[in-house]
């Protein structure tokens, strides 16, 4: 279990998880049939909605570390998180699709700027023998959020569609709050979080290991789009099974997300990072090809939870194998590297798979494609050399870099 002096990098970490990824992107999945049931957009509309997340959130990975070491760190954070508050309040009432797409956009933007920036500060203050313990909690952050809308969501939308974007605003907001909480008791490394220029130098090489971990990563974007995007709806409304069989699952998969990066963390010590990543990219295959087979209650429900939590468990694997391989030093951007090739494929496939939708009218074959990636992903990394990076080599990364 985590220390006491640990709860403020968790408190950081978890809450950026939660809001960039958990809020800002996952809790429309369940939103995305109510807003085309009550009529605010048609169905091609709402998909591409839930890609303008994507797209921003691509913006985001690419701007986090320059931003990072130009302006302070709690700046950054705070109002990314301000943003995501504001995406939620001001969508919570019919409007163009001009401004929801901004929106969404933006929210987006402020998840990807989370994503890299929120783990990094976190694990960076975490003496090197308790790191894989809280990234393991670090990351939970995005089951919570799965599992918060669609506890949520349901009961929400009972009232009206605006309510639940409201509520979605106050836990973002929330979120916030712990995290400035967690932040202002960080003590962190001058070296990581310096805003001198010496820091603002070109990348690290990426030695052969760690470059196809990135990309890798980059694969699992694309995977992982039919669960996180398309899921509810294709449960809902492809299949009839209504809104409260479709959130059920929904509940499952972010059960599922809160269990992974506990797992992954446990995998990665007994296994090793670069055995258990390589069996996670062949189980979250086999996951996604499940609704091929059969949406029976059984199938559909080993689906949602399996890929619950190989969702979550393979960003703890592989900023475990990152770590690995490259040390804390060269970490954030690294790490902020993997990011933009997650977001750039994850952008690509949402617009992508969106497109594929309107021109098919069904979402079935979007899972044969995500576990086609994944297998391949899965290929990629067992040509991956697993010998890790050792502290003379990591010097030399970062003064190549630097």
Same mark, same amino acid.
């Given at each position: ?44 509309q709402?998909?591409? @909605? ?27 954070l ?15 009432l ?27 500060v976190?694990?960076?203050a ?39 974007w409201?509520?979605?605003?106050? @836990? ?46 980059? @694969? ?12 509810v ?29 506990? @797992? ?70 690294v ?58 080599a ?9």
């Open positions: 279990m985590p220390s006491r002096s640990d709860l403020p990098a968790i408190a950081v970490g978890t809450t950026a998880t939660l809001a960039a990824v958990g809020l800002a992107r996952l809790a429309y999945t369940p939103l995305l049939p109510a807003v085309i049931h009550q009529g605010w957009f048609h169905s091609s709402a998909v591409y @909605l839930g890609a303008a997340n994507l797209l921003g959130y691509l913006l985001g990975a690419l701007l986090a570390v320059r931003l990072s070491e130009r302006f302070d760190t709690r700046k950054l705070g109002i990314s998180f301000a943003s995501i508050v504001l995406s939620f309040v001001l969508c919570a019919p409007a163009a699709f001009s401004w929801f797409f901004v929106w969404r956009f933006i929210s987006g933007l402020a998840g990807g700027l989370l994503m890299v920036l929120g783990p990094s976190a694990l960076t975490i003496p090197p023998e308790r790191r894989g313990l809280v990234a393991s909690f670090v990351f939970t952050g995005i089951g919570m959020g799965a599992i918060l809308s669609a506890s949520l969501i349901p009961m929400l939308l009972r009232l009206n569609l605006s309510a639940a409201l509520v979605l605003g106050l @836990l973002s907001l929330g979120a916030g709050l712990l995290a400035d909480w967690g932040l202002r008791r960080l003590t962190l490394n001058k070296a990581l979080t310096s805003t001198q220029p010496d820091v603002a130098l070109p990348v690290p090489a990426l030695s052969l290991a760690a470059l196809l971990v990135v990309l890798a990563y980059g @694969l699992d974007a694309i995977g992982f789009i039919p669960h996180t995007v398309f899921w709806d294709f449960l809902d409304r492809e299949n009839a099974l209504g809104t409260d069989a479709a959130s059920m699952q929904w509940l499952l998969f972010g059960i599922g997300a809160i269990i992974g990066p506990l @797992l992954a963390g446990y995998l990665g010590k007994r296994l090793g990072w670069h055995r258990s990543l390589a069996l996670g990219f062949f189980i979250k295959a086999a996951a996604i090809a499940i609704p091929l087979l059969s949406i029976t209650l059984f199938w559909r429900s080993a689906s949602s939870l399996i890929v619950g939590i190989m969702v979550t468990g393979m960003v703890t694997l592989t900023s475990g194998r990152v770590m690995e391989l490259v040390g804390p030093a060269a970490y954030k951007r790490w902020g590297i993997g990011a933009v090739s997650f977001s750039s494929a994850q952008a690509l496939s949402g617009y992508g798979m969106s497109a594929l939708y309107g021109v098919l009218g069904t979402y079935l074959p979007l899972f044969a494609i995500g576990s086609l990636v994944m297998l391949s992903a899965c290929l990629l990394l067992m040509l991956t050399p697993r010998t890790q990076t050792t502290p003379a990591t010097i030399n990364l970062c003064k190549n870099g630097h």
